[in-house]
């Protein structure tokens, strides 16, 4: 059974920057996806970004240039960077990872920017 375990959210204000991680029970190579999303109470899970095994990622348009992807093989780990945090991205964040049609989710981590 795959385990993934977030850490690294918190309070952080306007313009400042967190780093996500997500640890993974085991090896994140066998997986056909990551990725990291976001839900606020009331509204739909979104992704944020995504990484694929071949190292093609993907992010969603309110993030790019301010959010990095990243994994470490070594430490089956994969992070999110977050510059530039709006108060609109407060949420939970969820890592995500897919391998032979099954999904897996961690159980999140909060992030709030204060207005």
């Known amino acids: 059974q795959v385990q993934l375990v977030e850490s690294g959210g918190g309070l952080v204000q306007a313009g400042g920057s967190l780093r996500l991680s997500c640890q993974a029970s085991g090896s994140i190579s066998s997986f056909d996806i990551m990725g990291w999303y976001r839900q606020v109470p009331g509204k739909q899970r979104e992704m944020v970004a995504d990484?694929?095994?071949?190292?093609?990622?993907d992010y969603a348009s309110s993030v790019k240039g301010r959010f990095t992807i990243s994994r470490d093989y070594a430490k089956n780990t994969m992070y999110l960077q977050m510059n530039g945090l709006k108060p609109e991205e407060t949420a939970v964040y969820y890592c995500?990872?897919?391998?032979?049609?099954?999904?897996?989710w961690g159980q999140g981590t909060k992030v709030t920017v204060p207005s």
């Open positions: 990484i694929t095994r071949g190292g093609s990622t």
């Open positions: 995500h990872a897919a391998w032979g049609g099954i999904d897996y």
